[in-house]
């Protein structure tokens, strides 16, 4: 099992950019797709990008495609979500999570391990 902690959340104003991190702890997580979803109050958890175990293969969420970028350094064991030009809308719990999947997936049921998430406001 992977341990995932997520950090990097804040408050920032609209058009501000933040860098969100996972970290993971055990072995496998290199061999791992690891996703971003965000919660909204009131709403369901939601996919936002996901990455593939060598970094080569990414997804997004169509609404933060030209604006967030996701990559990995398995040498560190960690997955960054680089989050520019935000908009009050992006503002959620942002949690990872990891899957052995290997096909693109945005369902939050096929992610085994996730993090307790972090917070980002973004002020209007």
């Known amino acids: 099992q992977v341990e995932l902690v997520e950090s990097g959340g804040g408050l920032v104003q609209a058009g501000g950019s933040l860098r969100l991190s996972c970290a993971a702890s055990?072995?496998?997580?290199?061999?791992?797709?690891v996703g971003w979803f965000r919660q909204a109050p009131g709403k369901e958890r939601a996919f936002v990008a996901s990455?593939?175990?060598?970094?080569?293969?990414?997804y997004y969420e169509d609404s933060v495609k030209d604006r967030f970028t996701i990559s990995r350094d398995n040498a560190k064991d960690t997955v960054y979500l680089h989050m520019n030009n935000l908009k009050p809308e992006d503002t959620a719990i942002y949690y990872c999570?990891?899957?052995?999947?290997?096909?693109?997936?945005?369902?939050?049921?096929?992610?085994?391990?996730w993090g307790r998430g972090t917070q980002v406001t973004v002020s209007s």
């Open positions: 990455i593939n175990w060598s970094g080569l293969s990414t």
């Open positions: 999570a990891a899957t052995y999947i290997t096909w693109r997936t945005t369902n939050p049921g096929d992610f085994t391990s």
């Open positions: 055990g072995r496998t997580f290199s061999s791992k797709t």
